[in-house]
């Protein structure tokens, strides 16, 4: 088609998908982490009181105290790369853009800190994407990290007079592609280590417990994982919540009292967190670390942490799957 005189350059179409992960400091310093904190804890869906009440307390005791505690957590995982986080996710955004071909532009973004949703939403539609599909990485759904993605995508689009057609990968903690690949994983990474462990511990990350009554199917949607996990796996496979914050009742068991019973009673532990599609700072420090800790000042000797399935060849044909039908009748 032959444009008219002075019509501005018109981009090919293409399809787009934006996955999105919850986010990092940029460095592992008071100032850096500090304000990641301030964007984190000041989501509606992360905290649910009151501004009113809430936000003297964050901009008080925590933002003052929390950052350089955090810091420190944050600078015993720090990679040549950066956060691991940040540094996996775009390495499965790579990896992803390879696997789908150039017919389709894949970008990442973080629902706090950088890449921002915003940000890479212009990237893709600047490259022509006026279909996207919206890929969470969270294999269970919860209020706090799914839906307020979709938040940060709607206020987004508010301020667009063009706005792309969306879609949303849906959550996929029974998916039999994802317990496929979850399986594999665990199943190599178990069959490596130079123990047999006595106990399986899946750590989910925790959330308050009042959200499970006001409808929130997150711990369903845990247990069901670990249910099919244990399944597939042919053992027990046992749950526990960690990342308790602050003094509400959270989902119980919490991963931290586990950890320090099963050292007591000398069992042998391999710990896995399927909750998080990509290592961390909860995986690495807090279980990785701080847990091994946690366990051999209880009395445990063996104790190993298994990582996530990150951009390994099971995660990444598992996410390939998912995301290529829920691009079908796009493409």
């Not at 879609?167 to 979850?182: F, V």
């Not at 007591?264 to 847990?291: H, N, Q």
Request: hydrophobic letters at 45%; proline letters at 8%; glycine letters at 6%.
């Amino acid at each position: 088609m032959t444009l008219p005189s002075g019509h501005p350059p018109v981009t090919p179409s293409q399809v787009g998908v934006l996955l999105v992960n919850l986010g990092t400091p940029d460095a592992p310093e008071p100032r850096a982490v500090r304000r990641y904190l301030k964007q984190f804890l000041s989501d509606r869906r992360v905290v649910e009181i009151p501004a009113l009440l809430w936000q003297p307390i964050l901009r008080g005791i925590i933002l003052t105290t929390r950052p350089r505690k955090s810091a420190r957590a944050y600078a015993q995982v720090w990679t040549d790369a950066g956060s691991p986080l940040a540094a996996v996710t775009q390495a499965q955004a790579a990896s992803l853009q390879t696997m789908l071909g150039p017919d389709i532009r894949v970008a990442h973004a973080m629902r706090y800190g950088e890449p921002a949703i915003g940000s890479a939403l212009d990237v893709l539609m600047s490259a022509g994407c006026r279909r996207i599909l919206v890929a969470p990485l969270y294999p269970q759904y919860c209020a706090a990290t799914t839906a307020t993605v979709v938040d940060a995508v709607g206020a987004h689009l508010a301020t667009l007079r063009w706005q792309p057609t969306l879609r949303y990968l849906p959550p996929y903690h029974d998916d039999p592609a994802y317990i496929a690949a979850l399986a594999a994983s665990v199943r190599a990474q178990l069959a490596a280590l130079d123990f047999a462990p006595d106990v399986l511990l899946a750590s989910f990350h925790g959330m308050p417990e009042r959200t499970l009554h006001l409808g929130d199917p997150y711990h369903c949607h845990c247990q069901k994982t670990a249910r099919l996990l244990s399944e597939a796996l042919g053992r027990p496979v046992e749950v526990a919540f960690q990342s308790r914050f602050g003094r509400a009742k959270w989902l119980e068991p919490a991963t931290d009292a586990r950890i320090e019973a099963l050292g007591r009673e000398g069992k042998s532990v391999a710990v896995v967190a399927p909750g998080f599609s990509a290592d961390c700072l909860e995986t690495l420090e807090e279980l990785a670390i701080r847990g091994r800790e946690q366990f051999v000042a209880a009395g445990g000797q063996k104790f190993a942490y298994l990582p996530c399935l990150n951009d390994s060849g099971d995660g990444m044909t598992m996410l390939e799957n998912l995301v290529r039908r829920e691009l079908s009748g796009w493409l």
